[in-house]
């Protein structure tokens, strides 16, 4: 029999991207339908209806089958070497991809809420929830590349110091013009 596991790496990698693209540009969409009663004002009910129908082909025609496909792949991966059960790093992947899952889940829970003209959120508290994706995008891909429990931390940490930096240097310059 062949060894497939570099060919299930490969499209675990490709669906992986692909539910990130999706799961970023649609917290993006649940962003500006909560901002279009008052960037659209009289237009807002038809731009909210063009909203809710770009979520719902995003949701089930890429975030939707590309987390299932991520996981398939990711459960092909291990089976095909179940090894890598064995290795510390992987526990600590496992357990954010499990939490990754759960924020999809609740991302789904917005989704239905908007799809039913049911805006419980504010559009900062959807910045703030855009940004968790990025959080186990970030800690996954330095868990995987360094495979040090420790690195991956340090990494993380530091990208968001980074990233708090550059938030801070955007809102003074925002204020000095």
């Known amino acids: 029999m062949a060894d497939f596991f570099v060919y299930y790496k490969a499209l675990h990698l490709i669906f992986m ?6 799961l970023f540009y649609t917290v993006r969409l649940f ?8 960037t659209f004002k009289e237009n807002s009910v038809l731009i909210k209806k063009q909203y809710q129908l770009m ?9 939707w089958p590309a987390m299932l496909l991520t996981l398939v792949f990711g ?9 890598f059960l064995s290795i510390p ?5 496992l357990t954010l991809v499990f939490f990754l899952v ?5 991302c789904h829970f917005i989704y239905l809420q908007q799809q039913n003209n049911n805006n419980r959120y504010r559009s900062g508290a959807l910045r703030l929830w855009n940004e968790v994706a990025t959080v186990f995008l970030v800690s996954i891909v330095f868990v995987i590349v360094l495979k040090n429990q420790l690195d991956w931390i340090y990494g ?3 990208f968001f110091i980074f990233g708090f930096l550059l938030f801070g240097a955007v809102q003074l310059y925002k204020k000095l013009r």
């Open 17 to 22: 991207v692909s539910w990130f693209a999706g």
């Open 31 to 38: 962003i500006y339908y909560s901002e279009a009663d008052d």
């Open 55 to 63: 979520q719902k082909r995003l949701w089930f025609i890429i975030a």
């Open 75 to 83: 459960v092909l991966m291990l089976v095909e070497n179940p090894a």
């Open 89 to 93: 790093y992987m526990h600590v992947k």
């Open 102 to 106: 759960v924020y999809h889940i609740v």
């Open 156 to 158: 993380t940490i530091g």
